[in-house]
T-cell receptor, first 111, second 113 residues
Framework: QKEVEQNSGPLSVPEGAIASLNCTYS??????FFWYRQYSGKSPELIMS????GDKEDGRFTAQLNKASQYVSLLIRDSQPSDSATYLC???????????FGKGTHLIIQP | GAGVSQTPSNKVTEKGKYVELRCDPI?????LYWYRQSLGQGPEFLIY????????DSGLPNDRFFAVRPEGSVSTLKIQRTERGDSAVYLC???????????FGPGTRLTVL
């Protein structure tokens, strides 16, 4: 059974601080890892993808992957109120396949 | 270019009725996926198509659910004898042959009364 675990939150972070979102997965065969952002009533929007151990930075976002620990994280620097949303972690076993999602972490950035 | 589109955006039906949900993927994307998202949950995989064929339908919950993609582009998710538990947002996503990144449509909110 493939599982992806996230703390559902809410995670409250002051504006301008770093938000840290975490995710663990059970399937050691997972090859691709994604973070999606979902605003209330909207569909998931891709934020980051990561495939290799280590860090990957894109603007204010940094994704971190540790396959040995089966752990993925997303850091959001200089958090803005517009970052308030649910962040979904998703993993893919390989190639074209169905994503396995966590339940998401609800992030609130306090002005 | 245009993203993934889904119609209708909202569908209200009565228990026992038949519904069809449509997805139009990003032009040129060969892979198409259907997911279902219930309130407070992450999307749950239902089925994916590579071209016209269903490559993996292991997520379909039972035989009331069926999906087709006859020409390798537009897909229709069909639900027979709807039940109240089928109420959810049905999401469609597509990806190109060059990448495994999936892009989601706006979803169809299905309400079964």
């Amino acid at each position: 059974q493939k599982e992806v675990e996230q703390n559902s939150g809410p995670l409250s972070v002051p504006e301008g601080a770093i938000a840290s979102l975490n995710c663990t997965y059970s399937d050691r065969g997972s090859q691709s890892f994604f973070w999606y952002r979902q605003y209330s009533g909207k569909s998931p929007e891709l934020i980051m993808s990561i495939y290799s151990n280590g860090d990957k930075e894109d603007g204010r976002f940094t994704a971190q992957l540790n396959k040995a620990s089966q752990y993925v994280s997303l850091l959001i620097r200089d958090s803005q109120p517009s970052d308030s949303a649910t962040y979904l972690c998703a993993v893919l076993r390989g190639g074209a396949d169905g994503l396995t999602f966590g339940k998401g972490t609800h992030l609130i950035i306090q002005p | 270019g245009a993203g993934v589109s889904q119609t209708p955006s909202n569908k209200v039906t009565e228990k026992g009725k038949y519904v069809e949900l449509r997805c139009d993927p990003i032009s040129g994307h060969t892979a198409l996926y259907w997911y279902r998202q219930s309130l407070g949950q992450g999307p749950e995989f239902l089925i994916y198509f590579q071209g016209t064929g269903a490559a993996d339908d292991s997520g379909l919950p039972n035989d009331r659910f069926f999906a087709v993609r006859p020409e390798g582009s537009v897909s229709t998710l069909k639900i027979q004898r709807t039940e109240r538990g089928d109420s959810a947002v049905y999401l469609c996503a597509s990806s190109s042959a060059r990448t495994d990144t999936q892009y989601f449509g706006p979803g169809t909110r299905l309400t079964v009364l």
